[in-house]
């Protein structure tokens, strides 16, 4: 008869792995799917200064993979695989890879949120190194430097007048000629002398070898091309949540992202959601992995609650 699982965790970042220590050292069997991005978001970054308990800083793959043996240590499973099917509807659940289906009492959702990049080679190239989609994780690199940020909602505009604190100055790029931003948020941004605007452009390439030295920028009205000397560019268009296998199962909001209906659990009892797949707001990954610590406990407490 095939294996169930106590406990099988869907993704490998902060939240998944953290989620695996917990449920693996309170002696449940534990099987992590880790996705096609093993180690999650923070694979795409170099220094993270921001986790506790590392003062001088770490490298964000270095702490993945501290992650990954911690929950190992305690005997959670790993496979390099995404999942590719859910049925929530019987019990135990089953969970489906390219390499079979699983079991599992009890399933934590933790496949994260992916920023929305502009899909260009020069940005891919030098994401970590002048790329951000993160203010708070990398304006702190900045000090002192001319930065700008693409967008023009609430997020773009919170982006922007977070990094005055540390950039001489901030450029907004906007593709239209009005921000979607709420008013008192267009307000405070108009207000702040750091933060200037262009409208109606677009970044067509991100300049610089080996960090960011500038942009060339396109006004989609006139065709218009012009360079922007800057070190930092901040992608601030959105995030997706990683939910397309869950639409129409789990309650969720016009954007995707998984609302738990009781603490960690979500409308279906026995499966929980942790980290940025809940989280359009915080997106940290001290905060991704408190919330896969808490579903942990969650999941633990329901399956004693069912037996
Ligand atoms: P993620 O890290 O997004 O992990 C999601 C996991 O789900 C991945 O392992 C993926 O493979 C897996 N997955 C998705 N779909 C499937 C599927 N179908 N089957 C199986 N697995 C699946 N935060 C900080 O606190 N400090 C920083 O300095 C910092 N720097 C950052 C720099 C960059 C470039 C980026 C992009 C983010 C940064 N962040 C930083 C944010 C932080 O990385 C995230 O908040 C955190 O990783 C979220 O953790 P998570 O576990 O919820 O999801």
């Given at each position: 008869m095939a294996k169930v699982y106590d406990a099988i965790i869907i993704g490998s970042g902060p939240a998944g792995y953290t989620a695996a220590i917990y449920a693996a050292r309170a002696n449940l069997s534990v099987l992590v799917f880790q996705g096609y991005q093993v180690g999650g978001q923070l694979m795409l970054t170099s220094e993270v200064e921001n986790y506790?308990?590392?003062?001088?800083?770490?490298?964000?793959?270095?702490?993945?993979?501290?992650?990954?043996?911690?929950?190992?240590?305690?005997?959670?499973?790993m496979l390099p695989e995404?999942?590719?099917?859910?049925?929530?509807?019987?019990?135990?659940?089953?969970?489906?890879?390219?390499?079979?289906?699983?079991?599992?009492?009890?399933?934590?959702?933790?496949?994260?949120?992916?920023?929305?990049?502009?899909?260009?080679?020069?940005?891919?190239?030098?994401?970590?190194?002048?790329?951000?989609?993160?203010?708070t994780c990398d304006g702190f690199f900045f000090r002192g430097k001319e930065v700008a940020v693409v967008g023009g909602g609430d997020t773009a505009m919170e982006e922007a007048l977070f990094l005055t604190r540390y950039a001489s100055h901030v450029t907004v790029i906007h593709r239209r000629d009005t921000l979607r931003a709420s008013k008192i948020m267009q307000e405070r941004a108009f207000?702040?002398?750091?933060?200037s605007f262009i409208w109606n452009s677009e970044v067509i390439e991100v300049l610089?070898?080996?960090?960011?030295?500038?942009?060339?920028?396109?006004?989609?009205?006139?065709?218009?091309?012009?360079?922007?000397?800057?070190?930092?560019?901040?992608?601030?268009?959105?995030?997706?949540?990683n939910t397309s296998l869950f639409r129409g199962l789990l309650q969720m909001d016009e954007a995707g992202?998984?609302?738990?209906?009781?603490?960690?659990?979500?409308?279906?009892?026995?499966?929980?959601?942790?980290?940025?797949?809940?989280?359009?707001?915080?997106?940290?990954?001290?905060?991704?992995?408190?919330?896969?610590c808490r579903a942990a406990i969650d999941l633990e407490r329901w399956l004693e609650s069912q037996a």
């Open positions: 506790p308990g590392f003062e001088e800083g770490i490298l964000g793959p270095t702490l993945m993979e501290k992650m990954e043996q911690q929950a190992r240590r305690f005997g959670a499973e995404d999942v590719t099917a859910v049925d929530f509807s019987r019990r135990p659940f089953v969970i489906t890879s390219d390499s079979g289906s699983y079991l599992a009492r009890a399933v934590i959702i933790a496949t994260g949120a992916s920023a929305k990049w502009l899909g260009l080679p020069s940005e891919q190239r030098l994401q970590g190194r002048g790329v951000s989609a993160c203010a207000k702040n002398p750091k933060i610089g070898e080996d960090a960011v030295t500038g942009l060339r920028l396109r006004n989609v009205k006139t065709g218009e091309e012009q360079t922007l000397t800057v070190e930092g560019l901040f992608l601030a268009i959105g995030h997706q949540p992202y998984i609302i738990p209906v009781e603490h960690t659990m979500t409308n279906i009892p026995g499966v929980f959601a942790a980290g940025d797949v809940t989280d359009h707001r915080y997106r940290q990954a001290v905060t991704a992995a408190g919330d896969g």
